[in-house]
């Protein structure tokens, strides 16, 4: 497949009619028509990944590349620890860059008292409709789009984008972080193996906030849920720097220069960015 910039274009403005049309029904559009969260969820992910989902169709995608091994349940522990142990240290930072707003007046943490109530629908979309049209999106039309331009450009131009349009500070720093994992693990192992992922972290998450109210048993459960990934990622990570030299990838300098000069996707940068602030902090 080559790598052109008509086709780069496309790509870039199909991700902004997804980010687009995502705001506009899940923050404007959907919750005037009175629908429960759930619904509201279903219909902005589905509606919203058709965008580049239809385009990657139009535009004739190529099936995409075998993977370059099959995975083995070590590697997919430590995947999946990587991705917790990530969130658990990001969970962590957030009240020191808290501090980084105050004098300004402001925070990025959700205001209290907000519906986000998790009905049985809403949970459903978190762990099993939306990590698998995002996975469509992200790491099957993005990251495959991006292929001839190098797997670490491929996967960091993914990342970023998954993270931004997330929408939301802590959120977005979550999701870029995964975003990097379920790259890897698409590029790897492949595409199912990814979805897996992140079906499976974002279970997780849903998990330890319904522990939240289970007093002792409750609070012990988080511990070993957060815990044992944190110590499982440590030492497989150990393991791995000491038994292997990291891959070398091929040159592909003119590649990734042609995705970086992009001016659409600066564009489509900069639009999530500023709807990301925007939605996030507000006053305290």
């Not at 083995?72 to 808290?98: H, Q, T, W």
Request: aromatic share 8%; with cysteine; net charge positive.
């Amino acid at each position: 497949m080559r790598t052109s910039s008509p086709a780069l274009n496309h790509l870039w403005l199909s991700l902004l009619g997804y980010s687009i049309l995502f705001g506009l029904l899940h923050r404007w559009v959907l919750p005037r028509l009175g629908l429960p969260e759930g619904a509201v969820l279903l219909l902005c992910g589905v509606l919203a990944s058709a965008v580049p989902l239809v385009w990657a169709a139009a535009d004739g995608m190529p099936s995409p590349p075998r993977p370059a091994v099959r995975p083995r349940a070590e590697s997919l522990v430590f995947l999946m620890s990587l991705a917790i142990a990530g969130n658990l240290v990001l969970s962590l930072l957030s009240p020191r860059l808290e501090l980084l707003w105050k004098p300004l007046g402001l925070t990025a943490l959700p205001a209290p008292g907000g519906d986000e109530s998790l009905t049985l629908p809403v949970a459903l979309y978190i762990c099993a409709v939306g990590p698998l049209l995002e996975e469509l999106v992200f790491r099957g039309v993005l990251m495959r789009r991006l292929g001839p331009a190098g797997a670490r450009t491929a996967v960091l131009v993914s990342a970023l984008c998954f993270g931004l349009v997330h929408h939301d500070l802590y959120q977005g720093l979550s999701a870029f972080w995964c975003g990097l994992v379920y790259g890897w693990a698409a590029l790897r192992y492949g595409l199912g193996v990814s979805v897996g992922l992140h079906m499976a972290g974002n279970t997780v998450a849903v998990v330890l906030q319904l522990l939240q109210g289970a007093g002792t048993a409750g609070a012990l459960a988080s511990l070993l849920l957060v815990g044992v990934p944190l110590v499982l990622a440590a030492a497989g990570g150990l393991r791995r720097l000491r038994r292997r030299a990291p891959d070398r990838e091929p040159q592909t300098a003119a590649g990734r220069l042609q995705v970086w000069c992009q001016p659409l996707l600066w564009v489509l940068l900069a639009f999530d960015t500023v709807y990301l602030v925007l939605a996030s902090f507000r006053p305290l």
